[in-house]
């Protein structure tokens, strides 16, 4: 499977758009770009996913790179209930679609 | 809409003995999946299913073993319990697979198991 590369740790001041990277250089041409949050004390909560083109939902919107190398989540006003540990994660539609691996994500810290 | 259930949410267990975690969902996915985490790190997969009657190994299968009787339940079995299984236990469920799922998966709120 490709692999990811998050930052360790992030923080935002609330009320503000959050910016959290990923880097996925070996990403293949029909892997899909998963995000999944994990907040404190509950299982993993699905946010978006893509493949080339940005997407955006209630939740969140993902821009995805011109070559696919890279992703960002957008997080456009962060508030207190999105600390939480960010996953960036890539699936294929089949093979790798049934093994979801979680890396150690990107830990948000948002303050007041 | 109860979505993924986990039962029991805490336990304590002595080395050696056995128990068997249930996880129900009522979405009638045909997908199911049971994760291990310990602290500070990711999800590993333990086993998973995808239908009824149907289960597979993942990433960290040894020590455990599953069953999926019934579409909406996935039981996860210890048969003798180690201190290495310390862990918090999730499962959870999707339409299709993970990459197919159009909204994703969902998951419990996790088993706390702790051996001793």
């Known amino acids: 499977d490709a692999k990811t590369t998050q930052p360790n740790s992030m923080e935002s001041n609330e009320e503000e758009p959050v910016h959290l990277p990923c880097n996925h250089s070996?990403?293949?041409?029909?892997?899909?770009i998963h995000w999944y949050r994990q907040l404190p004390s509950q299982g993993p909560e699905y946010v978006i996913h893509?493949?080339?083109s940005n997407v955006n939902n209630r939740m969140a919107s993902l821009a995805i790179a011109e070559d696919r190398k890279s992703s960002t989540l957008i997080l456009h006003r962060a508030t207190l209930r999105d600390a939480a540990v960010y996953y960036c994660?890539?699936?294929?539609?089949?093979?790798?679609?049934?093994?979801?691996?979680f890396g150690t994500g990107t830990q948000l810290k948002v303050e007041l | 809409n109860a979505g993924v259930t986990q039962t029991p949410k805490f336990r304590v267990l002595k080395t050696g003995q056995s128990m068997t975690l249930l996880c129900a969902q009522d979405?009638?996915?045909?997908?199911m999946y049971w994760y291990r985490q310990d602290p500070g790190m990711g999800l590993r997969l333990i086993h998973y299913?995808?239908?009824?009657?149907?289960?597979a190994k993942g990433e960290v299968p040894d020590g455990y073993n599953v069953s999926r009787l019934k579409k909406q339940n996935f039981l996860l079995g210890l048969e003798s319990a180690a201190p290495s299984q310390t862990s918090v236990y999730f499962c959870?469920?999707?339409?299709?697979?993970?990459?197919?799922?159009?909204?994703?998966?969902?998951f419990g709120q996790g088993t706390r198991l702790t051996v001793v």
């Open positions: 979405m009638n996915h045909e997908y």
């Open positions: 893509g493949l080339t």
């Open positions: 994660i890539l699936l294929g539609l089949t093979g790798g679609g049934n093994k979801l691996t």
């Open positions: 299913s995808v239908g009824e009657g149907t289960t």
């Open positions: 070996t990403i293949s041409g029909t892997d899909y």
């Open positions: 959870a469920s999707s339409y299709l697979s993970f990459g197919q799922a159009p909204f994703g998966a969902f």
